[in-house]
């Protein structure tokens, strides 16, 4: 209501006076009422007194035949303070006398004939003519014969008049009071009107300041029931400010874990929508964190995973209870390569019965799946190699056996030319299955301190366990070593380590390609006054493109899928590492993103290691204590 004050003083002011108003209103109308109920008790009273009073003066009068009594009666009547009209009618209700003015002009209405049949003998009849008229009539009997009637009118000015008065005193006294009564609010209202505004304008303060103090406590002017309200304002702000300490600290808590918990969080809402995420969210995602917020699982995650996000979220909205250990699995990222997120999902509840978003807690399980993946074909590997080496072991006696065989059937029997050539095809092939065995046991055994090796035979016996798969792909191997050239090393190591850069050069080959193994004395790179041995394996294969040759040694990166365990590049990194090497590597994709094609094309890994005796000293105790020495790749 716009007409109504805002002060608390003016309304106090306006509610009183109001309230005042229409008390003193309802006195005077009950008042009122009252006395007019008692004008009419008086009237009805009054009127059957002299309606009687005059009917027994006109029947006495006729009776004797004096017509001037009755006229004078009539007029006597009529004369009296509250008599209005007095008439005397013949039982036709034809006007005879009349107190005031010429009879013929006061004929009686047709609402004043009605009553006539209603008459009854020796009883005055009170009725109420329209315009609020107070009438009587009564009969006028001589001799029991009807003569007419008696009519008398209330005269209703004095009643008016004192009704009047009775309002104009209440209306003085209504007046007298409403005066009265503003000033003592008006001198109430200062005792309250002032704490209320000092607690208004706190109010207004910590609305428009929420962190400052500077205007509490508020002064405690009064000893009242608004002081004592001032004082727990005062209380309840300092409280509140003790809260929000304690909030802000909780709240930058909360935002510290959010944003260093090493797991993704993300929260929902019902419509899947982003309202908060952390880093490792956004890096598991591969999305910026601005542009997660408000925007859904579907706007952001391949529709697979979206749809089982969805479906986790759901659960919790629906039945309000956590779901836990969801795996999820996709690929993506550079380069691309499958994944595995642990999800977890619960209810965030801002009220207790409802739940308001639910949050996602997301696990990158990639590297542990394939670390279990990888061990479990390492250890496949190694039963293999375990294996193998007891049948090379057990192959060695047979073949001993062939071997002498095949000697004494050459030298002591006497055969075509033919046939000796065949059998020295056969002893051939023999020693070329010894040499293979005798290789597979130097892979398993490994010696345990290091010791200078011949790196020509060392680099050929490698070779020749990949021979039959040059052999199918119709490679050309071109070997640029001496063969004299040697190196203070373990042996098996560095065999392990060339190993899986022929293999892999081999795996990225095509039919008809190049692979060449180089070896010479060199200077390492970055100390040009360390000397040592630098190896280079080349090959025309595929190629790598930018971001695998980034990841290329990483545990359990590989790009083979079911073929390759991420190992091999790994391991020989950290054998390298272990002699204090350096490796690097060069490569040129045959198709880059571009869509482009390459006219040269492939990978060259290059690997510098020391040539120096002093390695053994610090060898013992690095291989007893699993230590390794830091280096640069």
């Known amino acids: 209501m716009r007409w109504w004050p805002r002060s608390i003083r003016w309304q106090m002011l306006a509610g009183l006076v109001l309230l005042e108003i229409l008390s003193i209103g309802l006195f005077a109308a009950l008042l009122t009422e009252q006395q007019m109920h008692r004008v009419q008790v008086r009237a009805q009273y009054w009127l059957s007194y002299e309606t009687a009073s005059l009917a027994a003066q006109v029947a006495e009068a006729l009776e004797e035949q004096r017509p001037a009594w009755v006229s004078s009666s009539v007029k006597s009547t009529g004369a009296a303070p509250n008599i209005a009209l007095a008439r005397v009618t013949d039982a036709g209700g034809n006007v005879l006398f009349v107190s005031s003015g010429d009879a013929a002009q006061a004929e009686l209405e047709p609402d004043e004939r009605a009553q006539i049949?209603?008459?009854?003998?020796?009883?005055?009849?009170?009725?109420?003519?329209?315009?609020?008229?107070?009438?009587?009539?009564?009969?006028?009997?001589?001799?029991?014969q009807l003569r007419g009637y008696v009519w008398l009118e209330f005269d209703k000015s004095a009643a008016h008049e004192q009704l009047a008065a009775i309002q104009r005193d209440t209306l003085v006294f209504g007046l007298i009071w409403i005066v009265a009564s503003v000033v003592l609010v008006l001198l109430m209202a200062r005792s309250i009107a002032q704490p209320l505004a000092i607690l208004h304008r706190g109010t207004r303060d910590l609305m428009n300041s929420p962190q400052g103090t500077a205007s509490f406590p508020l002064p405690v002017a009064v000893h009242n029931e608004i002081g004592d309200l001032i004082d727990t304002f005062n209380r309840m702000v300092a409280s509140l400010a003790e809260q929000r300490a304690g909030l802000n600290d909780t709240l930058s808590l909360l935002d510290s874990m959010l944003a260093n918990a090493p797991i993704g969080l993300a929260f929902v809402d019902r419509s899947y929508r982003f309202v908060r995420v952390n880093q490792i969210f956004a890096?598991?995602?591969?999305?910026?964190?601005?542009?997660?917020?408000?925007?859904?699982?579907?706007?952001?995650?391949?529709?697979?995973?979206?749809?089982?996000?969805?479906?986790?979220?759901?659960?919790?909205?629906?039945?309000?209870?956590?779901?836990?250990?969801?795996?999820?699995?996709?690929?993506?990222?550079?380069?691309?390569?499958?994944?595995?997120?642990?999800?977890?999902?619960?209810?965030?509840?801002?009220?207790?019965?409802?739940?308001?978003?639910?949050?996602?807690?997301?696990l990158d399980s990639s590297e542990r799946k394939r670390g279990e993946e990888a061990l479990r074909r390492s250890e496949k590997l190694?039963?293999?190699?375990r294996l193998a080496a007891s049948i090379a072991h057990e192959i060695n006696n047979p073949l001993e056996a062939i071997t002498n065989l095949l000697f004494l059937l050459r030298n002591f029997s006497d055969l075509?030319?033919?046939?000796?050539?065949?059998?020295?095809?056969?002893?051939?092939?023999?020693?070329?299955?010894?040499?293979?065995?005798?290789?597979?046991?130097?892979?398993?055994?490994?010696?345990?301190?290091?010791?200078?090796?011949?790196?020509?035979?060392?680099?050929?016996?490698?070779?020749?366990?990949?021979?039959?798969?040059?052999?199918?792909l119709d490679l050309r191997?071109?070997?640029?070593?001496?063969?004299?050239?040697?190196?203070?090393?373990?042996?098996?190591?560095?065999?392990?380590?060339?190993?899986?850069?022929?293999?892999?050069?081999?795996?990225?080959?095509?039919?008809?390609?190049?692979?060449?193994?180089?070896?010479?004395?060199?200077?390492?790179?970055?100390?040009?006054?360390?000397?040592?041995?630098?190896?280079?394996?080349?090959?025309?294969?595929?190629?790598?493109?930018?971001?695998?040759?980034?990841?290329?040694?990483?545990?359990?990166?590989?790009?083979?899928?079911?073929?390759?365990t991420g190992l091999g590049l790994w391991v020989s990194h950290e054998i390298i590492l272990k002699h204090h090497g350096l490796i690097r590597v060069r490569s040129r994709a045959a198709a880059p993103p571009n869509g482009a094609v390459q006219t040269a094309f492939g990978t060259v890994f290059e690997v510098f290691i020391p040539d120096d005796p002093s390695f053994a000293k610090e060898a013992a105790p690095a291989a007893d204590n699993g230590d390794s020495s830091p280096a640069t790749a």
Request: charged share 20%.
């Open 382 to 385: 190694a039963v293999t190699g």
């Open 477 to 564: 191997v071109e070997r640029d070593y001496e063969p004299d050239l040697t190196l203070f090393c373990f042996a098996g190591e560095i065999r392990q380590v060339f190993a899986n850069l022929f293999g892999n050069a081999i795996d990225a080959s095509s039919a008809g390609g190049r692979l060449l193994v180089r070896a010479r004395r060199s200077r390492d790179w970055k100390n040009p006054a360390q000397t040592g041995i630098r190896f280079a394996v080349a090959d025309t294969g595929a190629g790598m493109e930018p971001e695998v040759r980034e990841h290329i040694f990483e545990a359990f990166f590989t790009t083979k899928e079911v073929t390759g």
């Open 416 to 472: 075509p030319e033919a046939a000796q050539q065949y059998v020295s095809m056969a002893e051939h092939e023999v020693r070329r299955i010894a040499e293979i065995t005798q290789q597979t046991l130097r892979f398993y055994r490994q010696p345990t301190q290091p010791a200078r090796a011949t790196l020509a035979e060392l680099l050929d016996s490698v070779l020749s366990l990949y021979l039959g798969r040059i052999n199918s």
């Open 117 to 144: 049949p209603l008459v009854v003998r020796n009883s005055t009849r009170l009725f109420t003519l329209p315009g609020n008229h107070w009438e009587a009539v009564r009969p006028i009997y001589t001799s029991n």
């Open 283 to 362: 890096d598991l995602t591969g999305v910026a964190i601005s542009r997660h917020l408000g925007r859904t699982l579907a706007d952001l995650l391949p529709a697979s995973v979206a749809g089982e996000m969805e479906t986790a979220v759901e659960q919790v909205f629906l039945h309000d209870e956590p779901v836990r250990s969801l795996e999820i699995s996709g690929e993506g990222g550079k380069p691309r390569q499958p994944w595995t997120w642990l999800i977890s999902t619960y209810p965030v509840r801002t009220t207790p019965p409802q739940v308001r978003w639910a949050g996602i807690i997301a």
